[in-house]
Structures are given as C-alpha cells and as structure tokens.
C-alpha cells in the first residue's frame, strides 16, 4: 500500500517561494512516476508538474520557468519548488504516484490528501 503525505504549504504574498513536500511510504521513488496536481474551488483538478522513473519531467505551461519538481530517492521525498507565486496559484496541491506514465493525466492510482497554498496580491 502506497501512502503520501504533502506538507509545504501556506500563505505567502505574490511574488514569493513555497517548497511542498510529499513523503513516501509503501514505494521507492525509483519504480514509480510521481505528479503534482493542484485544484482551486469550481475548478478541475489540473497535472503542474510530473517526473518519471528516468527524471524526465513535465510541466504544465502556466508553470514552466516558475516551479520546479524533483525527488530525494534517499528521503522518498518529492518536492515541488513554487517561485514568483501568483494569485491565481492558490489552490490545494496534492501529489500522486503510480507505476504507469501517465504525465499530466488525473489518472493515478495513489494519492496525498493535499496541502492548501494562498498566495495573496
């Protein structure tokens, strides 16, 4: 059984950094893929940033040059580095893990019970 747990989050001011994290247990970090998600209220949950078991990584277009996603094999840790926040990145975060590449894809089998991030202007 694969178990996650985020952390990280908070209330910050645009412009600013948060660093989430998501714990592991159950799993190596090395067998499966790990995504961030994230979903505001009256919204749908939306992929920000995937790392497959090679470390290739992907990102959603309203991100890219501002998070950064990457894991601790030693820790089973996945971090997602936030820099130059906006407002419209408020939302609850929440990692995902499986087995099969599924990028950006809501389709994960195993999944964190989130971490709320406000970013105010």
């Known amino acids: 059984q694969v178990q996650l747990s985020e952390s990280g989050g908070g209330s910050v001011q645009s412009g600013g950094s948060l660093r989430l994290s998501c714990a592991a247990s159950?799993?190596?970090?090395?067998?499966?893929?790990m995504g961030w998600f994230r979903q505001s209220p009256g919204k749908e949950r939306e992929g920000v940033a995937a790392?497959?078991?090679?470390?290739?990584?992907t990102y959603a277009d309203s991100v890219k040059g501002r998070f950064t996603i990457s894991q601790d094999s030693g820790k089973n840790t996945l971090y997602l580095q936030m820099n130059s926040l906006e407002p419209e990145d408020t939302a609850m975060y929440y990692c995902a893990a499986d087995r099969i590449n599924y990028g950006l894809g809501p389709h994960f089998r195993y999944w964190g019970q989130g971490t709320q991030v406000i970013v105010s202007s």
């Open positions: 790392i497959d078991t090679d470390g290739r990584t």
């Open positions: 159950g799993h190596t970090y090395s067998s499966y893929c």
